[in-house]
Nanobody, 118 residues
C-alpha cells in the first residue's frame, strides 16, 4: 500500500555531507513515526534517527550533533541531513514508516548506499 523511495546516497569523503530523501507514496502524517535506519556490511540494522508526527526526534548516539532528521508533510518526504561524515557511517540507509497501531505493519524503502571514503 505504502511505498517509500530513498535517494541522495553516494560516495563522499570523510568530513563531507549528504542529504538523503525519503519520498512516500502517501501522507506520512498517517504514521506514528518516520525514521532512518542503516545497515553496514556484516552488521545488524540499526536506528539512526526518528521523527514522530508530533515532530519529536531521536538520534543514535553515534550521529548526534552530526545528523538532522526533518519532514515535509506537504511533500510526503522525510530527510536526513548528514554532516561531518565518517567512514563508519558507510552503510545502506533505509527509510522506515511506523504505524500508530501495534498490530499494523512497518514499511521500508529499498535503501540507498552511503559510502564515506578517502
Amino acid at each position: 500500500q505504502v511505498q517509500l523511495v530513498e535517494s541522495g546516497g553516494g560516495l563522499v569523503q570523510p568530513g563531507g555531507s549528504l542529504r538523503l530523501s525519503c519520498q512516500a507514496s502517501g501522507s506520512i502524517s498517517r504514521f506514528y513515526a518516520m525514521g532512518w535506519y542503516r545497515q553496514a556490511s556484516g552488521k545488524q540494522r540499526e536506528v539512526v534517527a526518528t521523527i514522530t508526527s508530533a515532530n519529536s526526534t531521536t538520534y543514535a548516539d553515534s550521529v548526534k550533533g552530526r545528523f538532522t532528521i526533518s519532514r515535509d508533510n506537504a511533500k510526503n518526504t522525510v530527510y536526513l541531513e548528514m554532516n561531518s561524515l565518517k567512514p563508519e557511517d558507510t552503510a545502506v540507509y533505509y527509510c522506515n514508516a511506523s504505524p500508530f497501531s501495534v498490530g499494523w505493519q512497518d514499511y521500508w524503502g529499498q535503501g540507498t548506499q552511503v559510502t564515506v571514503s578517502s
